[in-house]
């Protein structure tokens, strides 16, 4: 697609319910980051694949959040057991393999606002 | 540890008048260096970024930072703000060995009064 695509845009649970957030990378970008922007914040790491694997999961806050990139392309990011401070704007970036790790652009989605009652 | 501090959470200006957004780094590394624009319900868009070239560095819509390595700073400038400039400001720095994870910074909230 010409950008990164994330959905659902919006997302209303109950604590305690399962969720899924999908993100659709640029074509061609081998590189997908997932970040999660609290209200007043700036975006916080969670996980960076290259390809499949995850090549970073530091920033998942505990074992209720996982992410998936099964066939190189779309992620899934799953959170299980939703508490209410989980409830943020839940960024996909993607990046070139053309371009260097440390200087290429990250092209980010619009986010999938998750809110947990 | 590589982090970043914006020294402003707010900044007013008014119309016409010369924005500057200020930003702190600390690295053990020379820097890889971002400054990123959110407008309200749109994605991150990066204005421009320092990677060890120029020391001034030339962006989108007029916008401009200087790397200075004595200072550890990065701020963001302007000549002359416009109504479309409010938004979001996040000063961001590479983690380049660690494939290329961005750290950001807490972010400027830029008004520009008419």
């Known amino acids: 697609g010409a950008g990164v695509s994330q959905t659902p845009s919006n997302k209303v649970t109950e604590k305690g319910k399962y969720v899924e957030l999908r993100c659709d990378p640029i074509s061609g970008h081998t590189a997908l980051y997932w970040y999660r922007q609290s209200l007043g914040q700036g975006p916080e790491f969670l996980i960076y694949?290259?390809?499949?694997?995850?090549?970073?999961d530091s920033g998942l806050p505990n074992d209720r959040f996982f992410a998936v990139r099964p066939e190189g392309s779309v992620s899934t990011l799953k959170i299980q057991r939703t508490e209410r401070g989980d409830s943020a704007v839940y960024l996909c970036?993607?990046?070139?393999?053309?371009?260097?790790?440390?200087?290429?652009?990250?092209?980010f989605g619009e986010g999938s606002r998750l809110t947990v009652l | 540890a590589q982090s970043v501090t914006q020294l402003d959470s707010h900044v007013s200006v008014s119309e016409g008048t010369p924005v500057l957004l200020r930003c702190n780094y600390s690295s053990s590394y020379s820097p890889s260096l971002f400054w990123y624009v959110q407008h309200p319900n749109k994605g991150l868009q990066l204005l421009l970024k320092?990677?060890?070239?120029?020391?001034l560095v030339k962006g989108i819509n007029g916008f401009e930072a200087e790397f200075k390595k004595s200072e550890t700073s990065f701020h963001l400038t302007k000549p002359s703000a416009h109504m479309s400039d409010a938004a979001e400001y996040f000063c961001v720095v590479s983690f380049y060995n660690q494939g290329g994870k961005l750290i950001f910074g807490q972010g400027t909230e830029l008004s520009v009064k008419p």
């Open positions: 970036a993607s990046r070139s393999s053309g371009t260097h790790i440390g200087t290429g652009e990250l092209f």
């Open positions: 694949f290259q390809g499949t694997g995850a090549a970073d």
């Open positions: 320092y990677t060890s070239a120029a020391t």
